[in-house]
């Protein structure tokens, strides 16, 4: 039996609330194979002092670590808000098979930029739990306007 994608967007937005608890950009991810969870990650740039350590970067590191392999072609990454351009650029050498996000980054995502920078067999897939990913965003920010 096939599991969702809302149920492992579901995954994502738990590790995009971690996100939110250390007081980083929440933004959550996991790397499926067939129904199991095989990386996870989430922004964690401020507590590693690594602008390269997006949330989709250190789920596919976990994903290329569990498999011994480089190539991602039978998995799926969920995430909650669309890659940003390095993160897709990562994707596409990663030749992962499928892309799930949940909300749009309408200043810095991918879909900005043409030609298209995936892999030309990755198949992607927007909106999954759109509002409940774009409501973190929405409330970290305003959060930390406050400050």
């Not at 194979?33 to 990386?39: A, D, H, L, S, Y």
């Not at 897709?88 to 991918?110: D, H, M, N, Q, T």
């Amino acid at each position: 039996m096939l599991i969702g994608d809302e149920y492992f967007m579901k995954q994502a937005l738990k590790q995009a609330s971690r996100a939110y608890d250390d007081d980083e950009v929440p933004i959550g991810a996991v790397v499926v194979m067939g129904n199991q969870v095989i990386g996870k990650g989430y922004n964690q740039s401020e507590r590693l002092t690594d602008g390269t350590a997006h949330a989709e970067i250190l789920a596919l590191t976990a994903a290329f670590q569990y498999l011994g392999s480089t190539i991602l072609n039978e998995c799926t990454l969920y995430v909650t808000i669309e890659p940003c351009v390095m993160c897709a650029g990562a994707l596409y050498w990663a030749r992962i098979g499928s892309l799930v996000y949940g909300a749009p980054e309408p200043k810095s995502g991918f879909s900005l930029f043409e030609p298209n920078i995936l892999h030309p067999s990755t198949q992607v897939k927007s909106g999954v739990l759109a509002d409940e990913a774009k409501f973190l965003m929405q409330d970290y920010f305003q959060t930390k306007r406050q400050r």
